[in-house]
């Protein structure tokens, strides 16, 4: 057990809060706790009834609210790690991630906790330190994003398998889910659409057939590259209602310019005009047609 001690007896705390301008009697009725990460459950239960009494009337901001707050948080930690343990089977990566999302689970139940509700400060905390674990593992273990709905119906319809599963002894169709879970069998593909996004395959997994050398190949080995004559082709399709916007002269302009690849003095005698008039009317209908694409 950590070692506890009256401020007034403490060097330590009266120092610290007399350097900061605060008078030592502000905590004088809080125990002074050496090291809030060693209390033992029992007694940060105990303790944690005194520091919470103690917060309500201390003033936000103070050196002794921040006392009292931080030695709660730190005596409660061990909530956290309880909380935490249930996940462990979760592909959580690095637990300290867990750890610290659910302490701002357990910072928000401090802050949100008062003493008048008559319950246990472990029981009240608990679904806060829960809460956010999940909340993190919904947010992040996604392989794509999807909607926040589509990732809770997820889970709908993985309880729903599981459930219609035993009762039928098979797989239930769309149907027999829809009607379980009380929706439509739309949302349900939607919903089992979505959650292919849970979890995504690497590029480095070998695929079928064999590449030079008798080695196997891999999805990246066959994975196709974008093709740079889609983006003309859409291009080209933006463009054709604009060009007809233009008036017949301008058009045949464009199309001796750009289709034919005919020079400007070869335009101008074409149409009996000199070259400066065709770079003129050339200049004007491209700029219609920028606007035009760019709107």
Same mark, same amino acid.
């Given at each position: 057990?950590a ?6 007896t ?11 301008? #605060?008078r ?5 009725d809080? /125990?002074?706790?050496?090291d809030?990460g060693?209390?033992a /459950?029992?007694?940060a239960?105990?303790l944690?009834?005194?520091?919470f009494?103690?917060l ?7 050196h002794?609210? !921040? ?5 709660l948080i730190? @005596?409660?930690?061990?909530?956290? !790690? ?6 462990r089977s979760r #592909?959580a990566g $690095?637990?300290? $991630?867990?750890i610290?999302?659910g302490t701002?689970?357990?910072i ?7 003493l008048?509700r008559?319950?246990?400060?472990s029981?009240?905390a ?8 999940k909340?993190?593992?919904? %947010? ?5 994003h999807?909607p926040?709905r ?5 889970? %709908? ?6 459930l219609l ?5 098979? $797989?239930?169709?769309v149907? #027999?889910?829809?009607?379980?879970l009380?929706?439509?069998e ?12 849970y979890?995504?395959g690497s590029?480095?997994? /070998? ?13 990246? %080995?066959v994975?196709g590259a974008v093709?740079p004559?889609?983006e003309k082709?859409? $291009?080209? !399709?933006?463009?054709? /209602?604009?060009?007809?916007e233009?008036?017949e002269?301008d058009?045949?302009?464009i199309? @001796?310019?750009?289709g034919q690849? @005919?020079t ?5 005698t074409?149409?009996g005009?000199?070259? @400066? ?5 050339l200049s ?5 047609l920028?606007?035009g694409?760019?709107?």
């Amino acid at each position: 057990m950590a070692a506890i001690s009256v401020p007034r007896t403490d060097c330590r705390a009266t120092d610290a809060l007399a350097g900061s301008g #605060e008078r030592v009697s502000d905590v004088a009725d809080l /125990p002074w706790v050496e090291d809030a990460g060693k209390v033992a /459950p029992k007694d940060a239960r105990a303790l944690s009834k005194v520091f919470f009494d103690r917060l309500q009337v201390l003033e936000e901001g103070t050196h002794a609210y !921040q006392y009292a707050r931080n030695t709660l948080i730190e @005596m409660n930690l061990s909530l956290v !790690q309880f909380a935490a343990r249930r996940f462990r089977s979760r #592909e959580a990566g $690095d637990m300290e $991630d867990v750890i610290q999302v659910g302490t701002i689970g357990l910072i928000k139940a401090i802050d949100r906790f008062d003493l008048s509700r008559e319950v246990e400060f472990s029981t009240f905390a608990i679904p806060y330190i829960v809460g956010e674990i999940k909340r993190f593992f919904r %947010d992040t273990s996604w392989a794509v994003h999807v909607p926040r709905r589509l990732q809770e119906l997820r889970v %709908d319809l993985a309880q729903a398998k599981e459930l219609l599963a035993a009762r039928l002894d098979r $797989d239930p169709n769309v149907r #027999e889910l829809a009607d379980h879970l009380q929706l439509t069998e739309d949302e349900i593909i939607e919903g089992l659409i979505a959650s292919n996004g849970y979890t995504a395959g690497s590029l480095d997994v /070998p695929g079928e057939g064999e590449g030079p050398a008798g080695v196997a190949r891999t999805y990246a %080995d066959v994975l196709g590259a974008v093709d740079p004559a889609l983006e003309k082709s859409e $291009d080209l !399709q933006a463009l054709a /209602p604009l060009l007809g916007e233009l008036g017949e002269r301008d058009r045949r302009i464009i199309a @001796m310019r750009f289709g034919q690849e @005919m020079t400007q003095a070869q335009i101008g005698t074409e149409l009996g005009v000199s070259q @400066m008039h065709v770079s003129r009317l050339l200049s004007r209908a491209l700029a219609q047609l920028r606007t035009g694409m760019l709107a």
